[in-house]
């Protein structure tokens, strides 16, 4: 039986890497999903085709979540649309990676709008409909670079360790209306975004990851469908998905 029928979930950023495959996942498991991008409208149809072709619903919403009123209105049209969001999972981020002589303000602004700022937006248009149904299951997914040091990230790793940080004080507010809120950190997984780095520079990267290899965004994926369907007692938590690079 699949674990999530019924239920209706929005993934942001899920035209690429780890968003697609939780869309995809969830979706396997039953739920219906909304598909959210930014500006590749190609790829993200191609998703919401492969979703529709497991027999569930499927819902595509651009939006910019950097942009207060353009995630508040996707998260509306959502729950227009089907009467209920039941899972979010802010997914969306981006990178602008210097080292913190040449880290310029633009910069530094990006990366906090989307990945810190974005999930706030979202989430606080999730909110209230989740506390009137007194269900919720909220997925952010930060970085093993929140947690760690990490050169040239010094925009990105504060943008994720705010989603850490944000993560376990909407857990303890929102845990009396049985909405639990956890994230997913994953090491490096191999995306568009890891694609940027240079390969000689993730031949090392590799060699210090106990595992020995980097991660698919599907295994990123398993963990999210845990929390989403099998987390009930389970808030503030942080899942490490990084084949041990960071214990
Ligand atoms: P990716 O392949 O670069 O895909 C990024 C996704 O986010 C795309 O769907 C993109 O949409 C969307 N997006 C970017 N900015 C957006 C915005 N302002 N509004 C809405 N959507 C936006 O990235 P990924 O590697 O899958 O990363 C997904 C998440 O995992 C990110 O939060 C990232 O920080 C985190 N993460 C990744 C790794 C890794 O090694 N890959 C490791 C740790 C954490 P378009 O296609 O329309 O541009």
Redesign the pocket.
Known sequence: MSRLNGKTALV??????????CALALAREGATVAV??????Q??KEVADEITALGVDVLLV??????AD??RAMVKKVIDAWGKLDVLV??????RDKSLRKLDDESWLQVI???LN?CFFVTSAAIPGMVERNFGRIIN??????QIAAYGQAN?SA??GG?IAFTKTAALELAKSNITVNTV????????????IPEKIQEQIKQRIPMGR??S?EE?AKAVVFLAADGDYITGQQINV?GGAYM
Do not use: L
Request: hydrophobic share 30%; proline share 3%.
């Open positions: 942001t950023g899920a035209s690429r890497g780890i968003g697609r495959a959210n991008y930014q500006s590749n409208e790829r993200a651009r939006a910019d979540i950097g942009v353009e995630a802010n997914n969306a981020g981006i990178t709008q989307t990945n974005g997914i930060s970085s093993m670079n929140g990105y943008s994720k989603v950190a994953p090491g490096f997984t191999e995306t568009d975004m890891f694609s940027g980097f991660g965004p990123i990084n």
